[in-house]
């Protein structure tokens, strides 16, 4: 006799929204998917809810009747009990200024409210959301470091560049890449940001990095770019973008961690 397999535990979803359309929809489709999903309206509310409960994935919208859901961001970020409870920014493409904020209050990812008309495609952004950190793409590389450099370093320079001045900023709003530019060299590099990054924001200096005899920042920066638009566009929405980084940096493919 076998042990008899262990029951998954239902995820707990918590959605911070004052139309009561929309949780009522992604209280639906939750529960069909198997999961627990509580919602609350404000921030004072979900402030109370979150005193008492720890749920997987916090669903956020910026733009909430009253005080800002920034706000409730920032205040979970700060609490150490709540610190590491993964963020979800809840609004329209259409709306990059909220994305943005939300980056920057603390939120690490996007989903998308257009979702809710695709049942399949939202349930797909909901297991990528829930998936562990040693699952997500390129987590696992996070923190590389290689060893000196034999490939066209000044060309991956070049071609990230481009990337992210024209093809990123049409997809994302110029405001979210600026964002996520500044988060992907803070991670690997917080000490030479400034110096490291062109005057604009938009990319990498090339003749800064060589000239610090850095070249392997260049890798480590593409893999933690790729890691993050997976995070805000999801393996569906951001398939076009990840092709686009894996054109300017070819070995980028290699550390892409498989899902399952």
């Known amino acids: ?32 998917l198997g999961h627990d999903v509580a919602s609350r309206p404000s921030v004072a509310a979900a402030w109370d809810y979150l005193s008492h409960s720890q749920p997987d ?4 919208d910026i733009n909430l009747l009253g005080e800002s859901g920034l706000e409730l961001c920032r205040r979970v970020r700060i609490t150490p009990r709540l610190g590491g409870l993964p963020m979800a920014v809840f609004c329209h493409w259409d709306r990059p ?3 943005a904020a939300g980056l920057e209050a603390g939120c690490k990812y996007v989903l998308s409210k257009s979702l809710l008309s695709r049942p399949d495609e939202w349930q797909r952004r909901i297991e990528e959301l829930l998936l562990p950190g040693d699952r997500q793409p390129y987590v ?8 000196e450099q034999t490939e066209p370093v000044v060309t991956w320079v070049d071609s ?6 024209f093809q ?3 997809q994302l709003g110029l405001e979210v890449v600026l964002v996520v530019v500044r988060q992907a ?3 690997i590099a917080p000490g030479i940001r400034d110096r490291c990054l062109l005057p604009d924001g938009l990319g990498l200096d090339g003749e800064v990095i060589m000239r610090a005899g850095t070249p392997d920042l260049v890798m480590a920066f593409a893999v933690s770019l790729a890691h993050r638009f ?6 569906i929405e951001g398939a076009a973008l990840e092709r686009a980084l894996a054109l300017a940096v070819p070995p980028l493919a290699e550390f892409r961690v498989a899902q399952p």
């Open 57 to 60: 994935l916090l669903i956020v």
């Open 140 to 147: 696992g590389s996070l923190s590389w470091t290689g060893k």
């Open 1 to 32: 006799m076998t042990a008899p397999e262990v029951e998954k535990r239902r995820s707990r979803l918590f959605v911070v929204d004052d139309a009561p359309e929309i949780t009522f929809i992604v209280e639906r489709w939750g529960h069909r």
């Open 185 to 187: 060299m803070s991670s």
């Open 160 to 165: 990230l560049n481009q990337v992210l001045r």
């Open 230 to 235: 997976w995070s805000i566009l999801g393996s």
């Open 97 to 99: 200024e909220d994305i």
């Open 168 to 170: 990123a900023p049409r």
